[in-house]
């Protein structure tokens, strides 16, 4: 283990959709998205990735570990709002905390409807007993866009635009020279016109001008990777799976993930946002075919596992 990290990344909920607890679970883990960050020389900064069932977890040794040293303090940045990544935040423990301080980060899904109110939606009576206005800590919302933010440490993030059912945000965090990057939940641009000349809807200057979209849009995809140390990229189905009636789920085919890691130069890629079908066996298979060393080219290539740590 590097003895001076930047970054240290820490799995608390990788699974996609839904939580999926049990026996066949048990060493992948079934909770939905929430990844720890940790920045050591800058006082052990916290930043967490998406509020999904995992951040559960992730509150209750945050309560443990860190509120005897001092008040806990994190920005929270949210990929999206779908259920699966917002879902675990009202029994996030710390929003329970008065001298808890958030600063929840993500793109305004609806232009009538921040993101505040999109989340205190979930904490509304009809569904929780302690409404999002009465929670002790001290939360700030903030609204991004595709762009570049200073979070201040030497921190820069920059942010991109994915391609998912509902306004999603690609983060890419450099420290120090090094990169952390995610790509959840997203899939490749393709064209949806048509593109069969004898079909009679073919419009050959559509087709092109689609065409050159969607490679302009997957090259974009590309770039905000390229060069990172740690790209956390959605990996849901199979090739085969997504071919078979997935196209448009908003979610990647792992052996195009995989490509995209190695051709993009990143050193470590971990393949993220399980299907909730998927067993640990199934995942052990699927890591013999495509986590390999060499299997694809000098990528070091892994699934995430909750409770997994990743030093950079």
């Known amino acids: 283990m590097n003895p001076d990290p930047d970054i240290i990344v820490k799995f608390w909920g990788v ?39 995992g951040i559960r977890e992730l509150g209750l040794n945050l309560m443990a570990t860190q509120l005897p040293k001092g008040p806990i303090q994190a920005d929270i940045f949210l990929s999206h709002t779908h259920w699966d990544h917002i879902q675990g935040f009202p029994f996030f423990t710390p929003i329970f905390v008065p001298s808890t301080t958030l600063k929840v ?8 409807e921040g993101l505040d109110q999109t989340m205190g939606d979930q904490m509304s009576y009809r ?7 009465e929670l002790a800590a001290r939360i700030e919302y903030l609204h991004l866009q595709e762009g570049q933010v200073d979070l201040g440490d030497g921190i820069i993030l920059h942010t991109h635009y994915l391609n998912h059912p509902v306004l999603c945000l690609g983060y890419r965090f450099e420290y120090r ?13 393709r064209n949806l016109f048509c593109t069969d000349p004898n079909d009679p809807d073919y419009d050959a200057a559509v087709a092109r001008e689609a065409e050159s979209a969607v490679r302009e849009q997957n090259e974009a995809a590309d770039r905000f990777m390229t060069g990172a140390d740690l790209v956390v990229y ?18 990647t085919p792992m052996e195009y993930a995989c490509r995209a890691g190695v051709r993009n130069q990143v050193k470590s890629l971990a393949l993220f946002h399980h299907d909730p079908l998927r067993t640990d066996q199934h995942l052990d298979e699927l890591a013999l075919k495509h986590c390999e060393p060499g299997a694809y080219g000098p990528t070091e290539i892994f699934f995430a596992k909750e409770g997994m740590s990743v030093v950079i």
């Open 105 to 112: 980060w993500g793109a305004r899904t609806h232009d009538s």
């Open 15 to 53: 699974r996609g959709s839904i939580p999926c607890p049990g026996p066949t679970t048990v060493r992948y883990g079934g909770n939905t998205p929430s990844i720890e960050v940790r920045f050591p020389k800058e006082g052990n900064r916290l930043v967490i990735l998406d509020a999904g069932s």
């Open 127 to 133: 569904y929780f007993p302690i409404r999002g206005v």
């Open 177 to 189: 020279g090094k990169v952390l990057c995610t790509s959840f939940d997203t899939e490749p641009y």
């Open 234 to 251: 959605d990996a849901q189905y199979t090739q085969a799976e997504y071919e078979a009636g997935k196209l448009g789920w908003g979610h």
